[in-house]
């Protein structure tokens, strides 16, 4: 079997979080499917900028052109727009090849909107099996392109990096992913001040707040910054850290909450579908009004006196959560999704 996996997500020197469950997914199907040929296409990017983000779709067009040449029984594209233009593309030459699409979150929720939603139908009906990352996004993909999952299927956990060590904890609460927006990390940013020094706050991740994010770092003793560390560094930082905060705007399935449940470290996020379906109030973690200031700073200050024997019974049930999720089980999960779509022909 020859499958090509598809993705504008992928780890840069510029942007070392991005996409990194597309990498991990690649690799860790490579060592299950040995007897198989893999190939992945992604889009570099060099630069961060809006040119720079123009120019990677741009060089994307005339890098895919070699592959056009290469027969594939599956095409796997992470992440719809606008990179299915390339793979339907694909799919009028060789109308055989079977398309997978895995729907992330913000390609449904941002990229699909009034002006472009006849040609995305069009496009989906194009597509052989359809997995969004969450049932919430699952639902938004429906009401949106009249387009029914065939599989809700998460991107994964590496259970080999992020798993539970008892270890002492050095922050009360650790902030993993993207400065951005969307993320939610202006509002922790915001409430610092009020904090006092008296609650310790780790940043791991990079993006439009940076600036903001070191200023406060000099500013305040109790806050740490960490921009560009591996996988294996970001999972010491979180087991050494009570909570991870995620009051996030919107996701599909976000998978640094999941990622710190297989540390055994409770989660505070935002009450928007895809991380209420994550979370159990007060089993594995606490959910905030999405885009309350006050709400988080009130949540925060009181999980950050959280009664011992509380918390650590909290622990043992947050490590119970989402272990069928792991990346070696949803990689399993698609070889056999690839081997009966191929069997289909």
Known sequence: MKILIISNMYPSREKSFAGIFVKNQYEAIRDIMVNDEIDIFYMRRRFTSKLGSALKYISAVFGFVKFLFKRYDIIHLHYLYPLIYLANFYKILYPNTKLVVTYHGSDVTKKINKKNIKSVRKL???????????????????????????????????????????????????????FIHRKGVDLILDIIPELEGSITICFVGQGDYIDLVRELGIKYKNIEIYEDLKQDEIQKLIIRSK???????????????????????????????????????????????VDDRGALLNKVRELSKIDEFQYKKMVQKTLTYYREISLSNVCKELSIIYQQLIKNV
């Open 124 to 178: 989906l009906k194009k597509v052989d099996y359809h997995i969004p990352v969450g049932n919430a996004l699952a639902k938004i993909l429906e009401t949106k392109t009249k387009t029914k999952a065939d599989k809700i299927l998460p991107v994964g956990v590496n259970d080999k990096v992020f798993y539970f060590e008892n270890v002492d904890k050095v922050y009360d609460f650790i902030y993993v992913g993207s």
């Open 243 to 289: 909570f991870l905060l995620l009051p996030t705007r919107n996701e599909g399935f976000p998978t640094s909450t999941i990622e710190s449940m297989y540390c055994g470290v409770p989660v505070l996020v935002s009450d928007i579908p895809q991380t209420k379906e994550q979370v159990e109030e007060g089993e594995n973690g606490f959910i905030i009004p």
